[in-house]
């Protein structure tokens, strides 16, 4: 089975019978319809469903369907819902009605967003638990050949893991959720209440405890890093594991609190990410950063499979593809001949003074240019800067099409070194050799170019070092949707937000670290190559610099003398105060602690379902 692939993928779910009750807890979601478009009824049971080999496989396309589209990883839980920390941020106004409210901190349970992701996943959990309720009973999967048995045991594996990825999207946005493990049509009432996240996380861990032996390893199968994979299933079980060991915003009392026993998770991340890293063969970290996303956009995997899970699009509709590309990333005028893309997504200029100057993600990781009307960059100010992961100009495709193909990245290599080298410290007081070493080749690969310029890793202590894994994860994965989460389960979320406005304040006023930056830079529109490497076209910028390198232009005052032909763009002139602390567009201006770190049920879920209410002071 092809998951996801473009051309083959046929979605048939004329033959599921239960699939009419992914009404997703029918009575509780009332528009799920939309979904699913079952064409006709089927004369099968659920039973006869999933004694066949061929249904049961496209019983978990189905499954597979729903982390994709616009209410999924396409763009909604991507990018609207991670946004924002001292990464990233929404660009545009505060509406507590639109998509700048997630940014903002602070959503209306009016909002609309909430609505369609909350049901799409709940809709990925029905057709999970199909397939989990179903399988087991099944005479194939216990009585079939050794093969049909496999095979069986292969898809309930990836049934369970993609169940614990949608119940850990819902807990992560939502906290206490309704807790379905069974298909609607078993339940007598399915008006359910919340269950505690600790509970759901039990049953996930164990769950995925026992898909990491269904599952096979990536060279095992033919299958694509669409598909989930063994190393999968123990990265995702290390990260729900570190979750449930973490701190999270509880109901009673409303408050930050630490998960209990935290030592039994951090080991079971440890382990999990340790059995990953002694099989390098199938997936490893790629000395090239920048390859990694650029394969996101070629639909095909990067040269060392650091991926290990990403979401798959195709088909240009809002359904199976995502606006990756087109919603963000570069910014690109409508006349050019790429046709219009980016800009929906910032990038502080706080966070590119926190890279080296010799870090090579920086470049890959920020856009601080945008292309004009006749294909050359353009130096943009530093209000405007962009997330660099995610490019139209990396695609073939042109025009006024809003889906680009673009795949979206859930799990790393790069992920597991770090998540190892968190659990090591956090289980020994302090860092043992082997987490220093895996954070270390995180950080090595960042200066292949320069290695003598890498700095040193400080692991003299814990607390040392746990700001190491922060600062080095900020670095590593900007704009993939990960950092707002990582803020929340260390409870740094608050401290950090504050710390990131005192540093803009800073930068706003050439204070601190900031002296030296330049309140402007002169500029002339250069020729753009997308082939050509993310730093090599910052090289390129046309840029008017004294001394010998232009790449010093960033951390030196403004030159005094310019040529004519330049023009003249404002670097930390153009943040003032409103940027900061303004209503409408200040960083993170609503955040409340104790509040802010989880979104409402939206309006109408509560009004169905008397069961639920908002909590969290909403």
């Not at 509406?95 to 709940?122: I, T």
């Not at 070194?417 to 302090?430: F, I, P, Q, V, W």
């Not at 814990?462 to 990960?482: K, P, S």
Request: proline share 4%; net charge negative.
């Amino acid at each position: 089975m092809a998951i996801l692939n473009i051309d083959t993928m046929k979605w048939n779910y004329k033959i599921l019978k239960g699939i009419a009750l992914a009404g997703v807890i029918a009575g509780l979601f009332s528009s799920c319809d939309d979904y699913l478009d079952v064409s006709s009824p089927s004369n099968l049971t659920e039973a006869e469903v999933f004694e066949d080999l061929s249904y049961t496989s496209s019983a978990l396309t189905a499954v597979y369907s729903d982390l994709v589209g616009d209410n999924g990883y396409g763009i909604r839980m991507s990018l609207y819902y991670p946004m924002s920390a001292d990464d990233m941020e929404t660009s545009g106004d505060y509406n507590c009605n639109d998509r700048r409210a997630f940014s903002m901190y602070q959503v209306c349970s009016s909002n609309a967003e909430l609505n369609r992701p909350f049901l799409q996943l709940y809709s990925g959990i029905e057709r999970a638990n199909l397939i989990i309720f179903n399988v087991p009973k099944s005479n194939i999967f216990n009585n079939g050949t050794e093969s049909e048995q496999q095979e069986m045991r292969q898809y309930l594996g990836e049934a369970m893991t993609l169940r614990a990825q949608y119940y850990y999207e819902l807990i992560r946005n939502w906290g206490d959720v309704p807790f379905q493990d069974k298909p609607a049509s078993q339940y007598e009432n399915i008006y359910l209440p919340k269950t505690d996240r600790d509970s759901i996380y039990e049953v996930l861990l164990t769950d995925l405890e026992v898909a990491k032996e269904y599952v096979p390893w990536r060279s095992e199968s033919s299958a694509t890093t669409t598909r989930v994979t063994k190393a999968f299933v123990k990265g995702l079980r290390a990260r729900i594991a570190l979750a449930r060991a973490g701190y999270s915003l509880r109901r009673d009392p409303v408050d930050m609190i630490q998960g209990t026993n935290p030592e039994k998770y951090y080991q079971i991340a440890r382990e999990e990410c340790y059995e990953i890293m002694q099989n390098r063969n199938q997936h490893n970290l790629n000395p090239d950063y920048e390859d990694i996303f650029r394969a996101l956009h070629e639909n095909r995997e990067d040269a060392t499979n650091e991926m290990i899970f990403k979401v798959g699009a195709y088909g240009a509709n809002s359904k199976t593809d995502t606006k990756l590309g087109f919603y963000n990333g570069l910014r690109i005028d409508a006349a050019s001949s790429y046709g219009r893309g980016g800009g929906g997504v910032n990038a502080l200029p706080t966070y590119f003074y926190e890279f080296d100057r010799n870090d090579e993600r920086r470049d890959v990781t920020i856009n601080i240019f945008q292309i004009d009307a006749e294909d050359k960059t353009k130096l943009t100010s530093t209000n405007s800067f962009t997330d660099g992961k995610f490019k139209k100009t990396w695609t073939n495709i042109t025009g006024s099409t809003q889906q680009l193909g673009i795949e979206w990245p859930i799990m790393r290599f790069a992920d597991i070194l770090l998540m190892y080298a968190e659990a090591e410290n956090e289980l020994n007081n302090g860092p043992t050799s082997g987490a220093i070493e895996a954070l270390t080749e995180v950080r090595a690969r960042a200066f292949s170019d320069n290695p003598e310029e890498m700095p040193e890793v400080n692991a003299n202590n814990y607390q040392e070092f746990f700001a190491e894994i922060m600062h080095e994860r900020l670095l590593e994965f900007g704009g993939e949707g990960i950092r707002r989460y990582d803020l929340i389960r260390w409870n740094e979320l608050e401290s950090t937000i504050a710390e990131t406005r005192q540093k803009l304040t800073d930068f706003m006023n050439g204070t601190g670290e900031y002296k030296n930056v330049p309140d402007a830079i002169y500029y002339q529109p250069s020729d753009y190559d997308p082939s050509t490497s993310a730093s090599q076209t910052v090289s390129n910028l046309d840029i008017f610099f004294n001394g010998t390198s232009q790449a010093n232009v960033f951390y030196q005052p403004t030159a005094e003398s310019v040529p004519a032909g330049y023009s003249k763009v404002n670097w930390r002139a153009q943040i003032d105060d409103d940027y900061i602390n303004g209503e409408r567009s200040g960083f993170a201006y609503y955040f409340q602690p104790n509040h802010s770190e989880l979104v409402p049920f939206y309006d109408e879920i509560i009004n169905t379902n008397y069961n639920l209410s908002q909590d969290y002071g909403y």
